[in-house]
């Protein structure tokens, strides 16, 4: 696969990123300096990497309630999300939204969201406005294994389906939903299978391994911007920390955490570049160095931020939409 330089050390650079960003949340976490739940991304980083390396500013993606890592693989600002995780008024959403709900649309995130499930409808929302306008930008839609089972997912696929919306829908199956195993909530076993019921070609891939889903992705990325509708990718990977800060984990072993962790899509990926060549360990523990000096400063920056004031507190909570924006998509749908 011929992927060059820069686009691997960027890649290299994202995943090192929301690595270090995940595991200062869940020390400082411990520490009691973060308000509200926090649901950590740490182990599934290849996932969101790979899938957004093939995406443009103005592409979407739709996220879950474990949102950081496709935020940081989307462009998101570093300092604005983690000042939004403390709370704070120079945060993404200015405060208001904490980690379950970081967005930031200039960059095509539309946002993490606490609805299990709550994503594919939103993503069949920015493809039918792709569609109706004639672009050739495309939506990935990541969400869990959990959120496989939901009716809104069901009515998503379906949708994307018949109407061809360029859509891709990636499921990270972490294997747990909270704590409960797909091998004894998912019917049938097999969630890529099931999107194949609704027309739409479906896969599943090794979601530890970067290139897997890089490749995966560009596929399906090529064929939405084609306008030959929507993929679906079953993408099989790890979270590292429990379902939330705060979890206990008694509903796995340690054995199976380390045997996972001794496949991390990181160390996979420095392997595979460093042994064909392609960059070299120095090129690699400088983004290293530069990924920590890069959080230390977002927690510097949220740290030292002001808490949004109670003036702050009823604004942005509606938005008005004129007949004017709303022409294009009754004229497409009449
Ligand atoms: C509609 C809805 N039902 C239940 C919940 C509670 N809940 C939060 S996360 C979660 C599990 C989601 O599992 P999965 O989709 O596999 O995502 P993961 O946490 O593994 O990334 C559940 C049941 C919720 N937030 N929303
Ligand atoms: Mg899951």
Not at 28 to 50: C, N, Q, R, S, T
Not at 108 to 113: D, S
Request: glycine share 12%; with cysteine.
């Amino acid at each position: 696969m011929d992927i060059g330089k820069e686009k691997l050390l960027w890649m290299y650079e994202r995943m090192r990123l929301i690595r270090e960003f995940e595991e200062r949340l869940h020390t400082d976490f411990a520490a009691g300096k973060i308000p509200g739940f926090v649901h950590l991304y740490a182990g599934e980083e290849a996932v969101a990497v790979g899938a957004c390396t093939h995406l443009r500013d103005d592409d979407f993606i739709t996220s879950t309630h474990r949102g950081h890592g496709h935020c940081i693989a989307k462009g998101v600002d570093i300092n604005a999300m983690m000042a939004e995780i403390y709370g704070k008024a120079t945060g993404a959403c200015k405060g208001k939204g904490g980690s379950m709900h970081i967005a930031d649309v200039g960059k095509g995130m539309l946002g993490a969201n606490g609805i299990v499930g709550g994503g594919p409808p939103i993503a069949c929302g920015s493809g039918l406005t792709a569609k109706v306008k004639g672009t050739d930008q495309v939506t990935i839609c990541f969400f869990g294994d959990g959120a496989s089972n939901q009716g809104t997912t069901a009515e998503g696929l379906n949708l994307a389906g018949i109407w061809k919306l360029p859509v891709i829908f990636i499921c990270e199956n972490n294997g747990y939903a909270e704590t409960t195993s797909p091998d004894y909530s998912v019917s049938g076993r097999d969630i890529a299978a099931r999107a194949r019921g609704y027309g739409m070609p479906s896969l599943a891939v090794d979601g530890l391994d970067l290139f897997a889903i890089y490749e995966a992705v560009g596929e399906a990325a090529a064929r939405a911007r084609r306008g030959e509708g929507p993929t679906f990718i079953e993408a099989q990977t790890y979270r590292y920390f429990g379902h939330f800060e705060g979890d206990t984990i008694h509903y796995r072993t340690r054995e199976e955490e380390t045997r996972y962790r001794s496949r991390d899509c990181i160390e996979r990926f420095r392997s595979a570049v460093t042994d064909q060549g392609l960059l070299t360990a120095a090129d690699l523990d400088a983004i290293d160095q530069q990924a920590k000096a890069s959080i230390d400063e977002a927690v510097r920056f949220a740290d030292t931020s002001p808490l949004p004031t109670q003036a702050d507190m009823l604004t942005d909570v509606y938005v008005n939409f004129s007949e004017r924006d709303l022409w294009p998509f009754q004229q497409a749908l009449a």
